[in-house]
């Protein structure tokens, strides 16, 4: 004869029910709270550019007046018209200075940073790890202590109010050369080791192996280093005297005058300067997310 055991899932009490409620809000907190915060900072930083956007299209009687509006009352291109026609604000040619300047210094901090952290990454010599900490070092002190001993080399060297003062001081940053030498020292040392087996010498090897493999690290430091030289405002003010050697952000400064601030041109004339940077991040922005996890590689 058999027997059927009926089994049944025990009813949960009305003390644990009433736990269980209690429990579902504390578990929404930290994402609300979480929400709240990315809120915030999204606000914080779409809202000036919003600002920005919007005073370039007022007038100049809307734009300096006290009454705050979001949006311009009756917009229109006059800031735009002007600051493009005024032949007292060269605006296109502060925009080719900058971007010869950034493309320059693009280029010599990617050459000269590859070629360090590839001999301190893949190559055994004396002092190498003493080297590698003074150029870590210097990451560690701020910028602005290295401003005077630069000016008077580059017044040393006659390089005032040129290209080259804005290019060359600060074409050796220690940032590059930790960056790829991180990426270096994870590329193993089998495929160097088939290259020399195949006639590579260590020119070839970098050239022909270990630059293609750093591509997305490169191209990384190449979009940082561009930026980085397209938003510097302090050390074209030192070394630049002319207006028409001026950069895009040391030549907007001239436009807040000496006893007022056209706040309608400053906006425009910040609105045109942000455009190839957001060109550059909307297209590069696949290389510097692949590139900085590669980066992050440890040797």
Known sequence: ????????RPTPTRDQGERSDAATPRRRRPRIALGLTLGALTAA???PLLLMLSTSFKSPQEANSLTFRLFPENPTLSAYSEILNNPEIPILRWLGNSLLVAVLHCVLVVVLAALAAYALAKMDFRFKKAIFAAIVATMFAPGVIFLIPHFLIVNQLG????????????AAGAFGVFFLRQFFLGVHP?????A????CNR???????????AMPAIAT???????????????????????????????LAQLQGENAARFDLMMAGAVIASLPVLLVYVFAQRYIIDGVAAGGVKG
């Open 221 to 251: 430091l190449a979009v940082l280093a561009f930026l980085s030289s397209w938003n510097d405002f302090l050390w074209p003010v030192f070394v630049l005297f002319s207006s028409e050697m001026q950069t895009l952000p040391a030549g």
């Open 1 to 8: 004869m058999s027997q059927t055991v009926a089994t049944s």
């Open 203 to 213: 020119w070839a090897t970098f050239r022909r192996i270990a630059v293609p493999l």
């Open 190 to 194: 089998s495929i160097e080791e088939a």
């Open 196 to 199: 020399r087996m195949d006639g």
């Open 45 to 47: 930083f779409v809202v």
């Open 159 to 170: 390089w005032l109010n040129t290209y080259a003062s804005l290019v060359v001081p600060s």
